[in-house]
């Protein structure tokens, strides 16, 4: 799904399709590659390295406090300080917001959720065509937390979703962005 609010439309989605009775948990997933997006290019901007080589996995939702990007985990590792993690989080979880501040209310950041739409679809087309080790992050139907829908790094193949990987280890600080957003997700 592409269709915002990610957080909510995925699993009222899989309510849905339950009811007719074709749910099927890997074939449901909610593109959070917006947000993998801006923290890979505020990374790139403050680390100083080749766009190229960038990963950060984002997960949580997206939305507001709901995003998290885990800068602890991105590559090239920069050694970035604390507070260039704290404000690099916030601008992510904040792009949209930005986005929608420089059009004066008039208009939404629908050219920035296209693209990632469309870089998106390069892995999942590689997954469904059986290519091996297709991971990126997505909204999806995870045991990862207590959450029913979480997004997080999920290993794409030819029936969809066929894992959804773990956290792996966080900082103190994303620790904390972890519990801060499970209520509002």
């Known amino acids: 799904m592409i269709s915002n609010p990610v957080n909510s439309t995925v699993p009222i989605a899989s309510k ?5 009775g074709t749910y099927d948990e890997k074939r449901l997933f909610g593109v959070t590659m917006l947000g993998v997006v801006r923290a890979k290019t505020f990374y790139v901007g403050k680390a100083k390295v080749n766009v190229a080589e960038v990963t950060v996995p984002v997960v949580g939702g997206h939305a507001g406090i709901t995003i998290l990007p885990l800068f602890s985990q991105a590559t090239p590792k920069a050694n970035l300080p604390d507070e260039d993690m704290k404000a690099l ?49 997505s909204f999806a139907q995870s045991s990862v937390t207590e959450l029913p829908f979480f997004a997080s790094k999920v290993r794409l193949g030819m029936n969809g979703v066929e894992e959804v990987l773990g956290l792996g280890p966080l900082s103190d600080y994303e620790k904390e962005g972890l519990e801060a957003l499970k209520p509002e997700l």
């Open 89 to 137: 989080t916030k601008r992510t979880q904040h792009g949209g917001t930005g986005v929608v501040e420089a059009k004066a209310g008039k208009g939404s950041a629908m050219l920035s959720m296209t693209n990632a739409g469309a870089i998106l679809a390069d892995p999942c087309l590689n997954g469904l065509n059986g290519l091996p080790d297709v991971v990126e992050c």
């Open 16 to 20: 849905v399709f339950k009811k007719a």
